[in-house]
T-cell receptor, first 116, second 109 residues
Framework: GAVVSQHPSRVICKSGTSVKIECRSLDFQATTMFWYRQFPKQSLMLMATSNEGSKATYEQGVEKDKFLINHASLTLSTLTVTSAHPEDSSFYIC????????????FGNGTRLTVT | GQNIDQPTEMTATEGAIVQINCTYQTSGFNGLFWYQQHAGEAPTFLSYNVLDGLEEKGRFSSFLSRSKGYSYLLLKELQMKDSASYLCAVKDSNYQLIWGAGTKLIIKP
């Protein structure tokens, strides 16, 4: 149980274009989803927290107009990287929790974004 | 501030035992998690401790002492596939997950 599906696993795009990443909880309802970014050999960096039906909460230093997050249902959240630039190239990982206070985070398989 | 400390890198031999320590200072405590992350992949959940003591799950065990702000992950009968980063994370009083930087474990034959 507790499977989180993330798509696509890899994407290469040109500078200036937008990329959408989907995150789905397959067998549970995810009241909260988290989006992380990880640069090579570095730790996970939380970008934003999204709750179903409400606006995402962004961490300091993360541009909300550049990283658009939508959490329209209890099983789907999307992250759109708008006007991507080479410095946005990174490993983006979503995670979800069922909301119980002691439940662990379950991660998607991540999306490796390369902006050329 | 909130802080989680774990060693940056450890090396161990196949078949041996290794202990990865984690110390934390957080505003409140609502559980400690260990995750495994292989290079280029997302983290996978290993264990969860909210009460003091040892939780055993196959070759992996995790220990917690809340009074000392300390946990360890114990890996027995090490296999080459255990080479990965091990992440310690604590849920604070707001149920926010605070992440350690991870410990890269290198297994040698």
């Amino acid at each position: 149980g507790a499977v989180v599906s993330q798509h696509p696993s890899r994407v290469i795009c040109k500078s200036g274009t937008s990329v959408k990443i989907e995150c789905r909880s397959l067998d549970f309802q995810a009241t909260t989803m988290f989006w992380y970014r990880q640069f090579p050999k570095q730790s996970l960096m939380l970008m934003a927290t999204s709750n179903e039906g409400s606006k995402a909460t962004y961490e300091q230093g993360v541009e909300k107009d550049k990283f658009l997050i939508n959490h329209a249902s209890l099983t789907l959240s999307t992250l759109t990287v708008t006007s991507a630039h080479p410095e946005d190239s990174s490993f983006y990982i979503c995670s979800a929790t069922a909301g119980q206070e002691y439940s662990p985070l379950h991660f998607g398989n991540g999306t490796r974004l390369t902006v050329t | 501030g909130q802080n989680i400390d774990q060693p940056t890198e450890m090396t161990a031999t196949e078949g041996a035992i290794v202990q990865i320590n984690c110390t934390y200072q957080t505003s409140g405590f609502n559980g400690l998690f260990w995750y495994q992350q292989h290079a280029g992949e997302a983290p996978t959940f290993l264990s969860y401790n909210v009460l003091d003591g040892l939780e055993e799950k196959g070759r992996f065990s995790s220990f917690l002492s809340r009074s000392k702000g300390y946990s360890y992950l114990l890996l027995k009968e090490l296999q080459m596939k255990d080479s990965a980063s091990y992440l310690c994370a604590v849920k604070d009083s707001n149920y926010q997950l605070i992440w350690g930087a991870g410990t890269k474990l290198i297994i040698k034959p």
